[in-house]
């Protein structure tokens, strides 16, 4: 069987899903009855600050990110002050 898709447009909503039924958040903008295509997220771990500066220290290093945040930041004055 073959499923042909017509995109014109998409409307995303968000919505709680609670282990049987799908919930909206937000009021529906649908006029009739149609299909719908429901992506979940995967189920990603959650971690604390802690951790995720953990996991991040280091990984920008010799990349001169410091350099680098202070000429954006001059940039960014300059077009301020004109």
Not at 24 to 38: D, F, G, N, Q
């Amino acid at each position: 069987m073959e499923i042909k898709w017509r995109l014109n447009k998409m409307h995303v909503i968000r919505a709680i899903y609670d282990g049987h039924e799908i919930k909206p958040i937000e009021p529906l903008t649908l006029k009739r009855k149609t299909e719908v295509l429901v992506i979940l997220p995967d189920e990603v771990p959650q971690c604390t600050s802690v951790e995720a500066r953990r996991c991040l220290r280091g990984s920008g290093r010799g990349q001169h990110l410091t350099e680098k945040l202070l000429r954006s930041r001059l940039g960014d004055i300059g077009l301020e002050h004109r």
